[in-house]
């Protein structure tokens, strides 16, 4: 018996089949990638490329490496030389360094580099650059006879972490880490504000998202629950603070919070506070919480709602017809279903909140400063490696706090509205 001969499906226009399907379905890839690419090339200039301009920033620093390059030479050839006691030939390259800084005009730079680490650093590198020209040998002792603070051996560390152009320097120096005789060292008490800094952001961006989560359930249970009339007039007051400047919903929180200011003379008014006893609820932590909370409550809200709205209340009554307490079936059927919608506005609450320094800087006072306003003083005044260093961990923390939203909810749950 012959084999039946496989039958060919062709297009209308003859094309095999398969063919004709591989070929439409590149053309929607490309279709739909090139509808996409406005949006990528809109996040890689805005958003990826200074990320990683950022993390660079944050390792790398020539202010130093780039204007001495003898002493940068002479600690490529002696790594393992003794800072207390460096030899002739190192002051030798670093007077040479400091005359040529003196001609190029490059002095501060080298001398703020090393001053990040070593404090005090920029007028010793002026004054030695200055006098270099004029040094004789042997240059250890005229630079010892100038000032004897060339010989302190924190300098000599610190110059030797500053000779290349990439360093974990500033990292160390975001960690709380100070530069000692005998090499980095935990700070003592005065000086560890970073990590202290980090510690109080992320414990007040904790207070701030359960405070949001205390006040959004019931809103958004309510929003699900109501006829869809009432339901879109309520929306309307909760997204009411997007159409409002965040500078003057902050900046109205100072004339209801001040201690002359609304809330304290209600208080007075009513008798439940004398004159003398008003409250201290602005620039200070509690007018950061207060006023956060406000600015970050919507975004609590929206994902809760959009969680609740599909919960079929049929689940309830089923629950309470076979003999379940309220809150029972509150406890057991209502809030599981609800946990991807307190996930996803918890994370993006306090991933807000842990960013936010406009509302710290105007309402927060010296008490009430997190650190992105550290960081945006660093950018600009201070030191941008030093800035980028701690931006990067606090990056790092965020990307933490996702991996683990991930393995204990999915990103696939994930609902913002």
Request: hydrophobic share 50%; glycine share 6%.
């Amino acid at each position: 018996m012959a084999e039946a001969t496989p039958v060919l499906l062709t297009t209308a226009d003859g094309r095999p089949l398969k063919e004709a399907l591989a070929a439409a379905q590149s053309r929607a890839r490309r279709r739909a990638f090139l509808l996409v690419l406005p949006l990528l090339l809109f996040v890689l200039l805005t958003f990826l490329i200074p990320i990683g301009y950022m993390l660079k920033r944050s390792v790398e620093h020539d202010g130093f490496s780039a204007s001495a390059l003898a002493t940068v030479a002479w600690f490529e050839t002696n790594p393992n030389f003794d800072p207390a006691n460096p030899p002739e030939e190192a002051f030798a390259a670093l007077v040479e360094d400091l005359a040529r800084m003196q001609s190029e005009k490059n002095t501060g730079m080298a001398g703020t580099r090393i001053n990040y680490s070593v404090p005090g650093s920029i007028s010793l590198f002026k004054a030695g650059a200055r006098a270099a020209k004029d040094l004789k040998p042997p240059y250890k002792e005229a630079l010892l006879a100038l000032d004897p603070e060339w010989g302190k051996p924190v300098l000599w560390l610190g110059m030797q972490s500053a000779s290349g152009k990439y360093t974990t320097e500033f990292y160390k120096v975001a960690a709380d880490r100070k530069l000692t005789d005998e090499g980095w060292a935990r700070g003592d008490d005065k000086q560890r504000i970073y990590l202290y800094l980090f510690f109080k952001t992320f414990l007040v961006s904790g207070i701030i998202t359960f405070i949001c989560l205390l006040l959004a359930f019931p809103v958004a249970h309510l929003l699900a629950v109501l006829p869809m009339a009432k339901s879109s007039l309520l929306m309307i007051f909760v997204l009411l603070p997007f159409w409002t400047s965040l500078l003057v919903r902050t900046t109205s929180w100072i004339a209801l919070l001040q201690e002359q200011g609304i809330v304290n003379d209600l208080l007075v008014g009513l008798g439940l506070l004398t004159e003398d006893g008003r409250l201290t609820m602005m620039y200070n932590m509690v007018g950061t919480i207060v006023a956060m909370t406000h600015v970050l409550l919507p975004f609590m809200i929206l994902p809760l709602y959009s969680v609740m709205r599909v919960i079929p209340p049929s689940y309830a009554r089923a629950a309470r017809s076979l003999g379940a307490t309220s809150w029972t079936t509150f406890r057991r059927v209502y809030l599981p279903q609800t946990l991807p919608g307190i996930a996803a506005g918890s994370l993006l609450v306090f991933i807000l909140a842990v960013g936010y320094y406009i509302t710290p800087a105007l309402v927060g006072g010296a008490d009430g400063q997190l650190i992105s306003n550290l960081i945006s003083f660093h950018m600009n005044k201070s030191n941008w490696s030093l800035a980028a260093a701690i931006a990067g961990m606090l990056l790092t923390a965020i990307l933490l706090l996702y991996w683990v939203y991930d393995q204990l909810i999915g990103i696939d749950r994930l609902k913002l509205g």
